[in-house]
């Protein structure tokens, strides 16, 4: 049995790729129209030499089927295969779009000189990569990819979701969340090496937090296509990301911050935000403001805190509110990932897939996500939703509870 799969959404240069599950054809355009067009580009082309964020070599290949008027992507590096959102042919080119909105990948493509490769670029958050399809087939593979995953998902078809399962349980079991603070002991070389105590002198802990979050994007890049470590304390991250100068992926990064902020005396944890779907998630960091009585959501992946309209600050249960009521979002002035500057409405798109439901640890310590062993997990899910056979509470307010002094 072939293991390779057609999927419409996984982690892809970054961020999400959406296709679709039917053959795909260039936009109002008729088979015949789809056929004359694609009978030059027609076969089975591979480019084995695609560099995914300067980490990751990747292998690519084309199927272009002339007769069903179909193109197709394949990737080794995530064993699946990619319908385009769409394609067209102008003139000479091959231009193939992948992606939702917020992650566009434009991939555009002539024929070589010989006729025996299709040369041109992929293009996505603003870089440019040169790619080279050499041709390997003057027919396009077929049949040999099961059909599995799910459709893709639109950001209306997710922000309904939210609205239909928006109700929590009012009861359950309390879970007893610990976090271990002020450890400087553990922290000494962290504290020298990055001269920690001179960025967070005499801050308030809102202020804490934006100078940490800052200081964490200041250090170190955002890749989502990173491995994640076997240890994970920040001396294990840090060393991680030390050796891999194109950065580390959400999850590290929330991590990271969270503990630095346990460091200098803030609640604070990485949460796993999921889709309704199995799939891919996003990890953000939940911080706890005594001085206003409230979490703040970090997310260190775009240099991020988010207010409401009347300048409070969110966390993660009202942004999920104000995504499904339609509300308004506002970042601060600095965020972007890796420097580049936010686009709300892209954001939005992006972190629409991921506010379904919750997961996060239970005892917070120096290298407590290791191998999570001995550290209980919990998933939090709306009522109703059972699909998820790891779901451990419907009880937000438990998921969500203050901490206790």
């Known amino acids: 049995m072939n293991t390779k799969r ?26 015949t129209e789809v056929q004359t067009q694609t009978a030059n580009f027609h076969g089975k082309w591979q480019d084995d030499n695609v560099m995914i964020l300067s980490e990751h070599k990747d292998s690519w290949t084309l199927n272009i089927d002339a007769i069903e008027g179909s193109v197709t992507l394949s990737s080794t590096l995530f064993n699946a295969e990619f319908v385009p959102v769409d394609w067209k042919i102008e003139t000479d080119k091959l231009i ?3 992606n939702d909105e917020a992650n566009r990948l434009i991939i555009t493509l002539i024929h070589s000189k010989d006729g025996n490769a299709l040369e041109g670029i992929y293009t996505q958050h603003g870089a440019t990569t040169d790619v080279s399809f050499v041709k390997l087939s003057d027919e396009p593979e077929k049949g040999t990819l ?21 109700e929590f349980a009012e009861f359950g079991d309390i879970i007893h969340f610990s976090y271990d603070l002020n450890r400087r002991d553990l922290y000494a070389g962290l504290i020298e090496r990055f001269n920690l105590d001179s960025i967070t002198a005499g801050y308030s802990d809102v202020e804490l937090m934006v100078a940490l979050l800052n200081w964490v994007c200041d250090n170190f890049l955002h890749n989502g296509m990173s491995n994640m470590p076997n240890e994970r304390d920040a001396f294990a991250l840090i060393n991680y990301l030390d050796n891999n100068p194109s950065g580390g992926n959400c999850r ?29 998630v996003h990890v953000v960091t939940h911080a706890y403001s005594r001085e206003l009585r409230q979490w703040i959501m970090l997310d260190p ?39 580049q500057p936010l686009d709300v409405g892209s954001y939005r798109i992006f972190m629409a897939d991921y506010l379904f439901r919750f997961s996060c640890g239970t005892n917070f310590t120096f290298g407590s996500e290791d191998n999570r062993t001995g550290n209980p997990r919990n ?18 307010n438990a998921f969500w509870a203050t901490p206790t002094l």
């Open 96 to 98: 193939v779009s992948m």
């Open 379 to 396: 998933m939090l899910a709306p009522i109703g939703y059972s699909d998820d056979q790891s779901v451990t509470t419907h009880f937000a």
């Open 6 to 31: 057609i999927v419409s959404a996984v982690v892809f240069l970054s961020m999400l790729v959406f296709g679709s599950c039917k053959p795909s054809r260039g936009v109002s355009q008729n088979l």
């Open 146 to 166: 099961s059909v599995g995953g799910h459709p893709p998902i639109s950001c209306d078809e997710r922000i309904q979701d939210l609205r239909d399962f928006a």
């Open 301 to 339: 992946t775009f240099r991020l805190l988010l207010t409401d309209e009347n300048g409070k600050y969110l966390d993660v249960p009202t942004l999920r509110t104000i995504f499904a009521n339609g509300g308004d979002i506002f970042p601060n002035k600095n965020a972007g990932r890796n420097n």
């Open 252 to 280: 590290i990064l929330a991590i990271l911050l969270a503990e630095v902020l346990r460091l200098y005396g803030i609640e604070a944890k990485h949460i796993t935000a999921h889709p309704k779907e199995d799939g891919n």
